[in-house]
């Protein structure tokens, strides 16, 4: 099994910067992707960032909507995964969750693992 916990969510001025953090434990050595997904008042939630192997090494996937303003990174040692977001607008105004499963994880469907959310507000 494996527990993801998000933190660093919180209330931002718009044009602010706010940096997710996903702490993971459990057996987090069967953890292929990782990744953060969002979801609004009234909305589906949907993939905003993703890491996963690939041919060459690993392969990042980032939502249009937020390409060039938020980066996600891993430390590849302790399985923590980081969502660096600038540049926020209110429309990023939802609950961040961070997500990880032995295969993929770019889907809400097929994602195994899920932490309890944290609150990103852009006012």
């Known amino acids: 099994h494996v527990q993801l916990v998000e933190s660093g969510g919180g209330l931002v001025q718009a044009g602010g910067s706010l940096r997710l953090s996903c702490a993971a434990s459990g057996d987090t050595y069967s953890l292929q992707c990782m990744g953060w997904f969002r979801q609004a008042p009234g909305k589906k939630r949907e993939g905003v960032a993703a890491?996963?192997?690939?041919?060459?090494?690993?392969?990042?996937f980032i939502l249009d909507s937020v390409k060039g303003r938020f980066t996600i990174s891993q430390d590849s040692a302790t399985k923590t995964l980081y969502l660096q977001m600038n540049s926020l607008r209110p429309n990023d105004t939802a609950m961040y969750y961070c997500?990880?499963?032995?295969?993929?994880?770019?889907?809400?469907?097929?994602?195994?693992?899920w932490g309890q959310g944290t609150q990103v507000t852009v006012s």
């Open positions: 890491i996963y192997p690939g041919p060459g090494g690993g392969r990042t």
């Open positions: 997500a990880a499963d032995p295969a993929e994880c770019t889907q809400v469907s097929g994602t195994r693992y």
